[in-house]
């Protein structure tokens, strides 16, 4: 070993393995989990929100590959039409439509509701992938609400309601909803929810993905006698376009630019970020937590304020009164 290390050529070469094997295994590690299960998904239907691009859309190609009616929802006509073509093409399947879908504005998700009630009169899974992050500077739906809460939030909230009686025909059925790690940073500001005293971009992103949480801790309890699981899930740190919103200026392109190495080490791709999504929807009904969170197709922890029942149920008021629902309907 002593004449290895005297050898300058041998050195390198021991160093350059080590080095070597060490970025393998941790690519592996931040590339995530594989979900292995196929089945035939022949009859179920899936509605995915956010379909047109990055994860939701490799999730309804591979759904659809299985034999599942999907439906992509997504705000832009023109892009919805092009994702549409070319899921059919990979999936190999004429089962995927299109219904537009732009969860920032209420009466575009009861629009994408009645259209959908209309056609199916049952739900096999739900899927609340759409989402925006880190908007750097405060923006309003067109209901008026904080941009990140109204759409990740609120517009899903919305369309799970006008959805769960398909998905009570359905049953045993699931609701998917993606949250993230940024949970983990973010906190419920009962007193200014939509940010107008003072708002921060991922302090905002990160309150909404928790409320992605909680509302799912209280689906799981309202629907369980109604065979309708609910699940959460954080999908990686994913090269998508979902970063829109930080690198929109070209000195932060140039910025990222320099540091696109380590970006790719520590990133999944679209496929490997979709694979959580793939083992809630696939894995079997009895398999599955009840509100459970899941990373890396495995069930793991959330943050202490993610399993407050209490803020679980101040939430669910809250959006009822935001989205002036009937308070007396669930």
């Known amino acids: 070993m002593n004449s290895i290390l005297e050898n300058p050529a041998q050195k390198w070469a021991l160093v350059a393995t080590g080095a070597s094997v060490l970025l393998y295994f941790g690519k592996k590690y931040f590339n995530g989990a594989t979900c292995n299960i196929k089945k035939d998904l022949s009859g179920k239907i899936v509605v995915i929100t956010g379909a047109n691009t990055g994860i939701g859309k490799y999730t309804a190609t591979i759904l659809a590959g299985l034999g599942a009616t999907v439906i992509i929802g997504c705000r832009s006509i023109e892009r919805g039409q092009k994702a549409l073509e070319e899921i059919k093409k990979d999936a190999n399947s004429d089962k995927v439509e299109f219904i537009q879908l732009d969860l920032a504005d209420t009466q575009s998700i009861r629009s994408f509701a009645k259209e959908f009630n209309s056609r199916y009169n049952r739900l096999d899974i739900l899927i609340n992938n759409a989402g925006v992050m880190a908007i750097l500077e405060r923006q309003r739906t067109k209901d008026g609400f904080e941009m990140q809460f109204g759409t990740n ?165 809250e959006s009822f009164k935001l989205l002036k629902l009937d308070a007396g309907s669930k």
């Open 153 to 317: 939030h609120l517009g899903h909230f919305l369309l799970t309601h006008l959805l769960i009686d398909a998905l009570k025909k359905a049953a045993p059925s699931r609701i998917i909803n993606l949250s993230s790690l940024a949970h983990t940073n973010g906190k419920m500001n009962w007193d200014d929810l939509m940010g107008e005293k003072s708002y921060g971009a991922l302090p905002a992103y990160g309150q909404s993905k928790l409320a992605n949480i909680l509302f799912t801790k209280k689906l799981a309890q309202l629907y369980e006698k109604d065979q309708i699981k609910s699940v959460c899930l954080h999908p990686g740190v994913i090269r998508t376009e979902l970063t829109r919103y930080i690198i929109n200026n070209p000195v932060k392109k140039a910025l990222f630019a320099l540091t696109t190495p380590a970006w790719w080490f520590i990133t999944r791709n679209v496929a490997q970020g979709a694979q959580t999504t793939l083992y809630c929807a696939l894995a079997d009904y009895d398999k599955l937590t009840n509100g459970g969170y899941y990373n890396n197709c495995a069930l793991a922890k959330e943050s202490k304020l993610a399993k407050r029942a209490e803020d679980a149920d101040r939430l669910w008021t």
